[in-house]
């Protein structure tokens, strides 16, 4: 994946861009997924280095940070000064409880802390439970954090270039089949962004990441692709790229399910396929292949495979994955997808 870094810049969501609507897929910290549509805008970046303004569509997924909080940042410090030197029991409890409290916009001073040599202290011989380490494990748990958040927002364009600072909204509104849904951005662990493409013709490029984009990842498996087909439309998929399968003993596969095992040499082709294999739809696809199904609620993993060239047998939105019935984010490399419209 390839990283495009920027120091600062601020995304709005009220500007005076036009309002797309989105369908969008918002995984909370507490582990629950809200799916529905949203009404979003084009981003407004500011960066170091000028202003850009993104297409909403070029937007896949948003990692939501914690954010750095200068006033907490300043509070934190003398805590974490008290609990790196002092030994008096009352006064480490009381330091202790004041840093919980802060909550996870305390969690960036802490790491900066840990991280800064002059605040390791080899003399200490305190060995109860106020330490900096349990008050970091307290403040995750009653923050819902099972995973190591990033600091900035990580916004993925593409599926493929990434871009990290400061998403400045307050909540995303959302419609969902059961109402209307206003949800806090400190209640947001990741979102999942998917603009249609109205019908035509074009040509489109998409990246599908073996650490997600798989058919058993239950969260984010199938990449919405955002075109949308119409019943009988023409269409061609293509890909190429390796990918290695943790789930599958570290084997190395290719788009058209070519696998090689890690001791291995050579690549094998699946059973029965031949050189040029071109799919039109229909058959039962083999581990590592690149599969498609059109509409989100639909069941079925078609088969792409590195070629295919064929018509939608239904209306609905385009969208693909890794063939594999059991996910695993150690999984390693992508896939480079083209699809191709026709009338």
């Given at each position: 994946?390839?990283?495009?870094?920027?120091?600062?810049?601020?995304?709005?969501?009220s500007g005076?861009?036009a309002?797309?609507?989105?369908d969008?897929?918002?995984e909370l910290?507490d582990g629950?997924i809200?799916k529905?549509t949203?009404?979003v805008n084009?981003?407004d970046l500011v960066?170091a280095?000028?202003?850009?303004?993104?297409?909403?569509s070029?937007?896949?997924?948003?990692?939501?940070?914690?954010?750095?909080d200068?006033a907490?940042a300043?509070k934190?410090k003398?805590?974490?000064?008290?609990l790196a030197?002092s030994?008096?029991e009352d006064?480490?409890k009381?330091?202790y409880?004041?840093l919980?409290k802060?909550?996870?916009?305390?969690?960036?001073a802490i790491?900066d802390?840990?991280?800064?040599p002059k605040?390791?202290?080899e003399?200490?011989?305190?060995?109860?439970e106020?330490?900096?380490?349990?008050?970091l494990?307290e403040?995750?748990?009653?923050?819902?954090?099972?995973?190591?958040?990033?600091?900035?927002?990580?916004?993925?364009?593409?599926n493929?270039?990434t871009?990290?600072?400061?998403?400045?909204?307050?909540?995303?509104?959302?419609?969902?089949?059961?109402?209307?849904l206003s949800v806090?951005?400190e209640?947001?662990?990741?979102i999942?962004?998917?603009?249609?493409?109205?019908?035509?013709?074009?040509?489109f490029?998409?990246?599908?990441?073996?650490?997600?984009?798989?058919t058993g990842?239950?969260s984010?498996?199938?990449?919405?692709t955002?075109?949308m087909l119409?019943?009988g439309?023409?269409?061609t998929?293509?890909?190429?790229?390796?990918?290695?399968?943790?789930?599958?003993?570290n084997s190395?596969?290719?788009?058209?399910?070519?696998s090689k095992?890690?001791s291995?040499?050579?690549f094998?082709?699946?059973?029965?396929?031949?050189?040029?294999d071109t799919y039109?739809?229909?058959?039962?696809?083999?581990?590592?292949?690149?599969?498609y199904?059109i509409?989100?609620?639909s069941?079925e993993?078609?088969?792409a495979?590195?070629k295919?060239?064929?018509?939608?047998k239904?209306?609905?939105?385009?969208?693909i994955?890794i063939?594999?019935t059991?996910?695993?984010?150690?999984?390693?490399g992508?896939?480079n997808?083209?699809?191709?419209?026709?009338k």
């Amino acid at each position: 994946m390839k990283k495009i870094l920027v120091p600062f810049f601020v995304l709005s969501l009220s500007g005076l861009f036009a309002q797309k609507q989105a369908d969008v897929s918002l995984e909370l910290l507490d582990g629950n997924i809200i799916k529905g549509t949203a009404m979003v805008n084009d981003i407004d970046l500011v960066t170091a280095y000028g202003k850009l303004v993104i297409p909403v569509s070029k937007i896949n997924h948003i990692e939501v940070g914690i954010g750095r909080d200068n006033a907490v940042a300043e509070k934190a410090k003398g805590h974490l000064k008290i609990l790196a030197t002092s030994n008096n029991e009352d006064t480490r409890k009381s330091s202790y409880t004041d840093l919980v409290k802060l909550g996870i916009k305390a969690i960036p001073a802490i790491n900066d802390f840990f991280n800064d040599p002059k605040n390791i202290s080899e003399e200490s011989t305190y060995t109860g439970e106020y330490t900096i380490d349990n008050a970091l494990t307290e403040i995750k748990a009653s923050g819902n954090m099972s995973h190591e958040a990033p600091i900035e927002d990580i916004i993925t364009m593409d599926n493929n270039y990434t871009m990290g600072g400061s998403y400045n909204f307050i909540k995303m509104d959302v419609k969902t089949e059961y109402g209307n849904l206003s949800v806090p951005k400190e209640k947001i662990k990741s979102i999942d962004v998917s603009v249609a493409i109205e019908p035509g013709k074009g040509d489109f490029s998409f990246k599908l990441l073996a650490s997600k984009n798989i058919t058993g990842n239950t969260s984010g498996g199938w990449l919405k692709t955002g075109v949308m087909l119409k019943a009988g439309q023409r269409f061609t998929i293509t890909a190429n790229g390796e990918v290695t399968l943790a789930s599958l003993s570290n084997s190395k596969y290719k788009p058209d399910g070519s696998s090689k095992a890690e001791s291995a040499t050579e690549f094998t082709k699946p059973y029965g396929s031949s050189e040029d294999d071109t799919y039109s739809g229909g058959g039962y696809p083999t581990y590592g292949q690149v599969v498609y199904k059109i509409g989100d609620t639909s069941t079925e993993n078609l088969k792409a495979g590195a070629k295919f060239n064929g018509t939608a047998k239904t209306s609905g939105m385009l969208l693909i994955s890794i063939y594999e019935t059991v996910y695993n984010a150690n999984n390693k490399g992508a896939y480079n997808v083209k699809v191709s419209l026709g009338k």
